[in-house]
C-alpha cells in the first residue's frame, strides 16, 4: 500500500486552534487510565442558516420536528460528513444530502462550509463556503435544478479530501462514485463509478438489481501523500460479502480507475456503521465506528486505529481502540459537562489529525431529526478536540 498523508495540507496546528489549556498541559490533562481526554469544545447552533440562501425542506411538511417547523427560510449549515483541514487554521466541512433521503431533499444545496473553531470561548464561526454544482455538463442524466446546482436528491456527498492543486474529490453514496471538483466548487469530469457496486439509488441501475443497500456507499475517504491514490471505504456491506465487512478500495488518480487492490474492515456488529476515516501513515487508519443510537440509548461511539498488515490473519484490518466517544476523560469540565464526556449523536461522522495526539471530531447533527444531546431539541454541531492515550507516530 502506498505512503498516505495524515492530513491533506496540514502543516503545523494553528495556535488558534489549539485547546485551551494549550499544548504544554497536555500531558498534565491526562487522568492516567489510559482513557481518552476531552481537550477542546465549541458548537455551532443547530438553528445557523447560510446567509441569503433559497428556502429548503419543502418535503419536510409542517409538523414540528424537535420543535422546530418546517419549511425553513434559508439552507441549514448541518449535516456535517466530512472534514479537511485547511493550513490557514480554518476548516472546509463538507454538508451531506440534507434531509436524510433522496426523496425529501431536491431542495437543499450540496456545499462545503468553511469554518472556524474557538475553543476558548466555545464557539465555531462559519466564515462562508461555496455550493457544489455541474455547469459543464459532465453529469450525464437529468438532474433536479435546470442551473445543474447539485442538491440532496442528486448525489448524498458523504466524505472529501483536498488535493495540492486544491481540487477536492468527494465520495458520494447513491452510485456510489467518485467527484471531481474545483475549489470552487465545480465539478470538472464525469462521475466515476465503483466497479461492480451499485445502490438502489444508481442513477445507471437500468433494471438491475442493486448489490449495496441505500446510502451505503462512500462514508470515509484518504489520500496518498503525493497525491496519487485515493481509499475510499464504503458504509455499507456487498452482497454476497460476510455480515458487517465493508471495503477498502484503491483507486488511481492519475488513471482515474480503481487498481483493483482491496481491503476489508470488519464492524464490531453488522448493525453498526462507519462515520469516517483518515490515513496515519501507509498500513494505517483512524476510523469512526458507531451503533444508529443517540443520546442515553447511544451505546458504541468509537474511533479505531486499524492496520492493513493483517498480523492476526483474520483477512480483516486489525483494529485497536483509540477513543471511546462515549467514555472520554474531562477534568476540566469544559463544555460545562462532568468529568466523563459523552458524545452520543447518531452520526459521527468527521475525524482529523491535529497533532500526533490529538483529534478533531465532529458529528453530523441530521437537522432537524437527530436529539441526541438533549431529548426534544435539535443536535447542535459540536468541534470537540481529543487527547489519545498514546502517540500515533503519524507520517
Keep these: 500500500m502506498k505512503r498516505i498523508s495524515l492530513a491533506v495540507g496540514a502543516v503545523a496546528l494553528a495556535v488558534s486552534l489549539a485547546p485551551s ?41 409542517t409538523t414540528p420536528i424537535n420543535g422546530v417547523t418546517p419549511p425553513f427560510a434559508g439552507q441549514p449549515v448541518q449535516g456535517f460528513s466530512g472534514i479537511v483541514r485547511r493550513g490557514d487554521g480554518n476548516f472546509d466541512v463538507l454538508s451531506d444530502n440534507g434531509y436524510g433521503a433522496k426523496n425529501n431533499s431536491a431542495d437543499f444545496l450540496l456545499r462545503v462550509h468553511r469554518i472556524k473553531p474557538d475553543f476558548k470561548a466555545g464557539t465555531v464561526q462559519v466564515l462562508g463556503g461555496f455550493n457544489l454544482s455541474d455547469p459543464r455538463g459532465r453529469v450525464s442524466w437529468p438532474l433536479t435544478r435546470a442551473d445543474r446546482v447539485l442538491t440532496g436528491a442528486d448525489f448524498d456527498v458523504e466524505s472529501i479530501v483536498r488535493s495540492a492543486d486544491g481540487t477536492y474529490w468527494i465520495g458520494d453514496e447513491f452510485g456510489p462514485f467518485l467527484l471531481h471538483f474545483s475549489a470552487t466548487g ?10 461492480g457496486v451499485k445502490a438502489p439509488e444508481n442513477p445507471t441501475l437500468n433494471g438491475a438489481t442493486p448489490n449495496l443497500a441505500g446510502s ?20 455499507g456491506t456487498v452482497s454476497g460479502d460476510p455480515a458487517g465487512t465493508l471495503r477498502l478500495n484503491e483507486f488511481d488518480v492519475r488513471k482515474r480507475a480503481y487498481t483493483g487492490k482491496r481491503w ?17 501513515d501507509e498500513h494505517r487508519f483512524l476510523i469512526i465506528e458507531r451503533d444508529n443510537n443517540q443520546g442515553d440509548a447511544a451505546a458504541l461511539k468509537r474511533v479505531y486505529l486499524a492496520d492493513t498488515r493483517d498480523r492476526d490473519h483474520d483477512g480483516a484490518l486489525d483494529k485497536t481502540l483509540a ?21 452520543p449523536f447518531q452520526t459521527i461522522e468527521d475525524v482529523v489529525i491535529l497533532d500526533d495526539r490529538t483529534l478533531g471530531i465532529l458529528n453530523d447533527n441530521n437537522f432537524p431529526f437527530s436529539s441526541g444531546r438533549t431529548p426534544g431539541k435539535p443536535d447542535n454541531d459540536e468541534f470537540i478536540t481529543v487527547r489519545l492515550p498514546f502517540r500515533l507516530h503519524a507520517r
Design 264 to 280: 476489508t474492515y470488519k464492524l464490531d456488529s453488522p448493525a453498526n456503521a462507519i462515520g469516517d476515516a483518515i490515513a496515519v
Design 323 to 343: 477513543a471511546d466517544l462515549l467514555d472520554l476523560a474531562n477534568p476540566k469540565g469544559l463544555g460545562g459537562f462532568g468529568e466523563t464526556f459523552r458524545f
Design 21 to 61: 489549556t494549550g499544548p504544554a498541559s497536555y500531558a498534565a490533562a491526562q487522568d492516567g487510565t489510559g482513557r481518552a481526554t476531552l481537550t477542546g469544545f465549541a458548537a455551532l447552533p443547530a438553528q445557523t442558516f447560510v446567509p441569503g440562501s433559497e428556502p429548503s425542506g419543502a418535503q419536510l411538511g
Design 216 to 235: 451505503k456507499g462512500f462514508e470515509g475517504m484518504a489520500r496518498s501523500a503525493d497525491g496519487r491514490w485515493l481509499y475510499p471505504l464504503l458504509e
Design 186 to 195: 465545480t465539478l470538472l469530469e464525469a462521475p466515476i463509478e465503483l466497479p
